[in-house]
């Protein structure tokens, strides 16, 4: 069976001081009523080393936001996949469209990010998704195949059952705009189907594959019901711990 995962991306949000507090309030409410779902929330690097020495990670999981395309060396204000590893986090997303849109993160660069995460024992929330314009040319799928088959699908079975797929419209992304859950579901199944011609139909059948994209506590139980949505990479609505948890319900 594959695993169901609500992910938080908390993004540039929270001082640190308020990120502790968000995160102990998250670990409290999940601890007394545990999820029926693997939950994660990937936050700044600063708050990294602070948030694990207080989480129940069998309960809420850490994961950073990002890491650096190098081993060590010479690259001011970067962080290693290795300084990741070492605060507590487990996790690591790779690949958001802001990464690629504001700071030209290419698929060579983001393939060197997975392969660095994977060595230090990160597992890899790897993202993809389609903008405004190449939705409305119908582009989607060859858009998805494309980032896929540039960053991941150099790995081999071993080291990809490692690694979660977020499928992120773009155009969806904080806008209030969201995939309707049929759209929504036809790429997830898209992508579970080149998941399969690439490894084989049981890897693909075990990938997990969330949806991320104004996801909220009001629609995410018509998303989560479709067979191919395995969870959701949550932006806006994991800054609260009531609305984070309400998405988290919806596996109930």
């Known amino acids: 069976m594959r695993r ?3 992910a938080g991306n908390w993004k540039m949000n929270m001082n640190l001081q308020d990120g502790i507090a968000l995160a102990k309030e998250l670990n409290d409410t999940l601890t007394a009523e545990k999820p029926n779902c693997g939950v994660v929330i990937c936050t700044p690097f600063i708050h990294l080393a602070s948030i694990a020495q207080f989480l129940n990670q069998d309960v809420v999981a850490l ?4 890491c650096a395309d190098k081993v060590k060396g010479a690259y001011t204000g970067e962080v290693s996949a290795e300084m990741v590893k070492s605060t507590g986090a487990q996790y690591v997303i790779i690949g958001h469209s802001e990464r690629r849109g504001y700071y030209n993160e290419t698929p060579e660069i983001l393939r060197e990010k997975v392969l660095l995460a ?13 903008s405004l314009e190449e ?12 980032e896929l088959e540039g960053s991941v699908f150099n790995l081999s079975e ?4 490692k690694v979660i797929i ?3 419209p773009i155009w969806a992304i904080g806008t209030g ?3 309707t859950s049929d759209q929504a579901e036809e790429i997830h199944a898209y992508i579970r189907s080149i998941i399969a011609e690439r490894y084989g139909k049981e890897v693909a059948e075990d990938t997990t594959i969330l949806y991320g994209g104004s996801c909220k506590a009001s629609n995410a139980p018509e998303l989560f019901a479709k067979p191919d949505i395995d969870g959701g990479l949550i932006g ?17």
């Open 4 to 6: 169901k995962i609500v």
């Open 63 to 66: 994961g950073a936001e990002n």
């Open 118 to 130: 994977l060595e230090n024992g990160l597992q890899v929330i790897f993202c993809i998704g389609e």
């Open 135 to 146: 939705r409305e040319a119908n582009k989607q799928n060859e858009v998805v195949k494309a």
């Open 158 to 161: 071993e080291d990809f059952r």
């Open 166 to 168: 977020a499928y992120e």
């Open 177 to 179: 705009k969201t995939a």
């Open 236 to 252: 806006g609505a994991s800054l609260k711990a009531a609305d984070f948890k309400g998405i988290i319900d919806a596996w109930k």
